[in-house]
């Protein structure tokens, strides 16, 4: 009797691990797709400086395509990673890390 109880506590225990698990697993890959959207962001910026691009229509152009491509890019990843795990934590920890990105920037502007 004693040694069925122990499975049954070993066997709660691990299952609370993997939903604690999983639990963080949400939240990393929401942070994860925050940071390759930041990246894309950076990487068009980064972009736009090296072709020395002054143009007006030029410059709108290039913020068109960068909007277009990271709205696809990370709308789809975004849907993937909510049909795999838990959508509002993949969300949560989106917005969250994207607000936190946008708060640096701005006290970076400042300075």
């Known amino acids: 009797m004693k040694k069925k109880k122990n499975s ?11 939903v604690y698990n999983m639990r963080s697993m949400e939240y990393v890959v929401g942070i994860l797709i925050a940071v390759l959207n930041q990246g894309l962001l950076y990487w068009r910026m980064q972009q736009l400086e090296h072709k020395n691009i002054v143009e007006p229509k030029q410059v709108v152009n290039l913020a068109r395509i960068s ?10 990843v975004l849907v993937l990673a909510m049909q795999r795990f838990d959508p509002l934590s993949v969300i949560l920890s989106f917005f969250i890390i994207n607000l936190g990105f946008a708060f640096y920037k701005q006290c970076q502007l400042k300075q």
């Open 67 to 76: 909007l277009i491509e990271r709205l696809l890019l990370i709308g789809i």
């Open 8 to 18: 049954q506590l070993f066997s709660l225990e691990k299952r609370y691990l993997l």
